[in-house]
């Protein structure tokens, strides 16, 4: 079936780090590739997107290259801030259900320190 | 900017009782869906729904749950008995060409 594995939180980061969230994928066909974020109390939001193969996804300094070879579409950003501390989520949806239904990774935690 | 509103934000309730939890989706949006994530997990697909109809459902959604969209703009998950292992976020999203959540309900049943 589909599915999407992301690494482990929390990423602890002090301000201007770099930052790389990995995220790896299962999925039959072509699939579209998310990051989701989701800042304290609030619900999920779209951060970025990538529908095709070395495609690249950017917002907010934030991008995620659609790898088919490797299966991968890891997130990064060059400089973090205090403020993009948050829950990030990778997510795909499939050729298979009709680009319908996201199937989500368990999340990974970014902590910014001043 | 337009966004999917959810409410209420908490709700606690007692095992056995009926829950509904309600949306407001995006007004120009056809698909609506209902996922939910039990603390610590993933968030998990429960129910799409498309021209008054239901068009996918996952396992999790069992008779227990059922969806409705009474008045147009309203979409509601309602669950008949609630179990303690129903604990979890609800979210609920609405879609054109891509997804938009809302900020999601916290339901607790003790």
């Known amino acids: ?114 | 900017e337009p966004e999917v509103t959810q409410t209420p934000s908490h709700q606690v309730t007692q095992m056995g009782q009926e829950v509904i939890l309600r949306c407001v989706p995006i007004s120009n949006h056809l698909y609506f869906y209902w996922y939910r994530q039990i603390l610590g997990q993933k968030v998990e697909f429960l129910v799409s729904f498309y021209n008054n109809e239901i068009s996918e459902k996952s396992e999790i959604f069992d008779d227990q749950f059922s969806v409705e969209r009474p008045d147009g703009s309203n979409f509601t998950l309602k669950i008949r008995s609630t179990k303690l292992e129903d604990s979890a976020m609800y979210f609920c999203a609405s879609k054109a060409t891509e997804a938009f959540f809302g900020q999601g309900t916290r339901l607790t049943v003790v």
């Open chain 1, 1 to 114: 079936g589909n599915s999407v594995t992301q690494m482990e939180g929390p990423v602890t980061l002090s301000e201007e780090a770099f930052l790389t969230i990995n995220c790896t994928y299962t999925a039959t066909g072509y699939p579209s590739l998310f990051w989701y974020v989701q800042y304290p109390g609030e619900g999920l939001q779209l951060l970025l997107k990538a529908t095709k193969a070395d495609d690249k996804g950017s917002n907010k300094g934030f991008e995620a290259t659609y790898r088919k070879e490797t299966t991968s579409f890891h997130l990064e950003k060059g400089s973090v801030q205090v403020s993009d501390s948050a829950v990030y989520f990778c997510a795909l949806s499939a050729q298979n259900t009709g680009f319908q239904k996201l199937v989500f990774g368990t999340g990974t935690r970014l902590l910014v320190s001043p």
